[in-house]
């Protein structure tokens, strides 16, 4: 039987030193590497910022978790997008959803309001909107977020895929589930992004990026200039710890879809709520699609809409005793974040919206939490 990519991630990617026989890789600091008698290189590393031998199995593994053919690690998710960025084509079209993390809309504002590219948001609510907004021969990026930060919006990946296509443009997708749900590649998408600081290290403290792609094309080439260039790299240390978090990442992955959907069904219809927008619901909108496109559950993410309007939620996320009040998900901890404290002014996300990320803790504890915060 042919070794799956979660027992290559349990054993740190099959790793064995073959001097020591040790099974956990070595942290290596340096951030020079020798060169030989003819001064050639003595091995496949020369300076920190090209890249460390305490990358080498993690971004290994991150390209067989998403059926990649590279992956590189950055030192923060939006240090991986801003890359992304960078390698676009000055002035490109760039098609990107109305909700998606916000830190990366900013982002694409920004460039968007210097000139560098011309933005065209989506409402992905419509089903037509990506085919509407893409101008074929002239968008280069079409960027999707799935399930979409914070209303957990399913967008179909196969058929984004096929729209980019045919205009010529290339897909890529913040695939927030993880890839032991959601491998955009698989699926026809031609760049995918993790903010690893989230679901893949899974403990909350290490902050990294990363984009997986689907051919080592003359973009991806780009993209690894680009992180040299700039020097957004992460520390040695924290690809070590990285990698022992991915090892467990299917287990708290599937962990977290399990008590999710436990949590999504307890409340759905709940007095106190407006709605519960989990993909794993069928009154989610994207039900059909995020079926068809995950698999092993529907992720950890889900957000809540309570009745009574800010004032409501506010005190509701000010109640809780096992979810911790903050911001970020994929850790092992559940966290309740108010939305409105965090959105910027413009945001059309509800105001009367908490988002959870269930973490691993017993689901009854996290079920009971919320009834009491709820009667609050
Ligand atoms: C956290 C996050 C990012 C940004 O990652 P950082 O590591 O915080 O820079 C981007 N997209 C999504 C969906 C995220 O959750």
């Known amino acids: 039987m042919d070794r799956s990519p979660d027992t290559d991630a349990v054993q740190a990617g099959h790793y064995i030193d073959p001097e020591t026989g040790a099974i956990v890789p070595p942290i290596h600091t340096s951030t020079t590497y020798a ?22 199995p993690v971004e290994a593994l991150a390209a067989r978790l998403d059926r990649g053919a590279g992956a590189r690690l950055f030192a923060s998710g939006m240090a991986a997008f801003s890359a992304m960025c960078e390698s676009l084509n000055r002035h490109s079209h760039v098609v990107a959803p109305q909700v998606m993390y916000y830190g ?22 419509d089903p037509n909107a990506i085919g509407s907004t893409i101008r074929p021969g002239e968008t280069e990026l079409v960027w999707v977020e799935t399930p979409a930060n914070p209303t957990w919006d399913v967008t179909d990946i196969r058929a984004a895929a096929s729209l980019a296509h045919q205009a010529g443009a290339f897909l890529g997708v913040d695939a927030t589930a993880s890839p032991v749900t959601t491998r955009p590649i698989e699926l026809g998408a031609d760049l995918v992004f993790h903010a690893v600081t989230k679901y893949y290290n899974g403990h909350s403290d290490v902050s990294g990026g990363l984009l997986v792609t689907a051919s080592e094309d003359e973009r991806w080439e780009e993209i690894a200039a680009v992180r040299s260039a700039s020097g957004a790299i992460m520390g040695p240390f ?3 710890l990285l990698l022992r978090g991915m090892r467990t990442l299917h287990l708290r992955v599937e962990r977290s ?16 709520l407006i709605a519960v927008l989990y993909p794993g619901l069928e009154s989610h909108d994207g039900h059909a699609t995020a079926r068809a496109q995950m698999d092993r559950g529907f992720g950890g993410m889900m957000s809540l809409r309570v009745k009574g309007g800010h004032d409501s939620a506010r005190q509701v996320a000010t109640s809780t005793k096992v979810f911790v009040p903050a911001t970020s998900l994929g850790g092992v901890e559940s966290l309740i974040e108010h939305r409105a404290a965090v959105e910027p002014p413009e945001s059309i996300v509800p105001e009367d919206l908490l988002r959870l990320s269930i973490g691993i803790e017993p689901v009854e504890e996290l079920i009971a939490d919320l009834e009491q915060a709820l009667s609050s």
């Open 104 to 125: 990366a809309q900013s982002w694409l504002r920004r460039l968007n309001e210097r000139g560098d590219i011309d933005l065209t948001l989506f409402d992905q609510h």
């Open 257 to 272: 879809s399990e008590s999710a959907s436990a949590i999504a069904r307890h409340f759905e219809g709940h007095p106190r």
């Open 35 to 56: 060169r030989d008698g003819e001064y050639e290189p003595l091995g496949d590393h020369t300076y920190i910022r090209d890249g460390l031998p305490t990358f080498d």
């Open 238 to 240: 924290e690809a070590w």
